[in-house]
C-alpha cells in the first residue's frame, strides 16, 4: 500500500505561526533596516558639512569676476609672498591651514561692499579702489585686526580715521592706509574701559575690545576657573545633529508628499 505524500520539502513556517510568517517580505524587515540605515548615513553626512570648515575666502572671493588686476597692491603683495597663489580676486596662503590673505575689488563697480565681506576679516590687503563708493561704516571692518594695507578710493576716508594708522598717502585717485595701529598703546585711558581681570586688545581699525585674563571668564571677566569646553562641546554637538535631523526629516517629508 502507498505511503501518504509527505509534507513539501523547504523550510517550514513555526509552530502555529500565520500562512506566510517566519518568510522575510518584500518591503517588510530588510528593506526597513536598508532605509534606516540611509537614513543615518545621510544625516551623519549632513551633521558633518555643518560641522566642518569651509574654504578659506569662501564666497567673497567670487564677489567680483575676473583674476587679481595687475599692478594692485593685492597683486604685487601676492607675487611677493612665497607660497602664495591666487584665486579669483583673493590671494590665499594654501597651508595648512588654508588662509586669506588679500582681497582685490578693485574697479568692481561697487556702489557697497558686498555681503560676503565679513569673510574677509583675516586679510592682509585689500584693495577697494575705482569703485563708486558711498561713505563706508566704520562697523564694516570690525574683526580686520590682521589688516596692514587698504587702498580705497580719495573720497573716502581711512576707516577710524587718520588716527587709526602709522601712514596715510594720497596716490592718483587712491587713498593708501598702511600700518594699523593699536589703539590700545595710543592711550593710557583706555585702561579704564575694561573690567578689573581683563586686557585691552586691538579688533579693527580703531576698535578695541576685552579679553579675559587667564583663568576668569564670563560675564565682565567675574567668574574664576576654566571654561566647560567639553560639556560646552557635547550640548552644542547635540543640538546641532538634533537640528540636523529634524531639517532632513522635514525634506524628506514634503519630498514624500503628493
Not at 501518504?4 to 518584500?26: K, N, V
Not at 584665486?87 to 590673505?101: E, I, K, S, V, Y
Not at 574664576?224 to 547635540?238: M, N, R, Y
Amino acid at each position: 500500500m502507498a505511503e501518504p505524500p509527505g509534507p513539501p520539502r523547504g523550510r517550514s513556517a513555526p509552530l502555529g505561526a500565520a500562512p506566510g510568517q517566519g518568510r522575510t517580505r518584500p518591503g517588510g524587515t530588510g528593506a526597513g533596516a536598508e532605509r534606516r540605515a540611509r537614513s543615518w548615513a545621510a544625516g551623519t553626512l549632513l551633521l558633518l558639512l555643518l560641522l566642518l570648515p569651509g574654504d578659506a575666502g569662501g564666497e567673497v572671493c567670487g564677489s567680483c569676476p575676473g583674476p587679481l588686476r595687475n599692478g594692485s597692491v593685492v597683486a604685487r603683495y601676492c607675487a611677493s609672498r612665497a607660497g602664495a597663489e591666487p584665486r579669483g580676486r583673493c590671494c590665499l596662503d594654501p597651508g595648512p591651514p588654508r588662509r586669506l590673505l588679500g582681497l582685490d575689488l578693485s574697479n568692481c563697480s561697487l556702489r557697497s561692499l558686498p555681503a560676503a565681506f565679513a569673510e574677509a576679516a583675516p586679510v592682509v590687503v585689500l584693495d577697494l579702489t575705482e569703485n563708486p563708493l558711498a561713505a563706508l561704516p566704520n562697523s564694516s571692518f570690525l574683526g580686520f585686526t590682521n589688516l596692514h594695507s587698504l587702498a580705497v578710493p580719495l573720497e573716502l576716508e581711512c576707516p577710524g580715521g587718520s588716527s587709526a594708522w602709522q601712514e596715510v598717502t594720497e596716490r592718483g585717485s587712491s587713498r593708501l592706509c598702511h600700518g594699523q595701529r593699536n589703539p590700545c598703546n595710543s592711550s593710557g585711558e583706555l585702561a579704564w574701559l575694561c573690567p578689573e581681570n581683563a586686557a585691552c586688545a586691538p579688533d579693527g581699525p580703531g576698535f578695541t575690545q576685552c579679553l579675559c585674563a587667564s583663568p576668569f571668564h564670563g560675564y565682565k571677566c567675574l567668574r574664576e576657573g576654566a571654561f566647560p569646553v567639553l560639556p560646552f562641546c557635547s550640548i552644542l554637538g547635540a543640538v546641532t545633529a538634533a537640528l540636523s535631523l529634524l531639517l532632513w526629516g522635514t525634506q524628506r517629508r514634503k519630498a514624500k508628499a503628493p
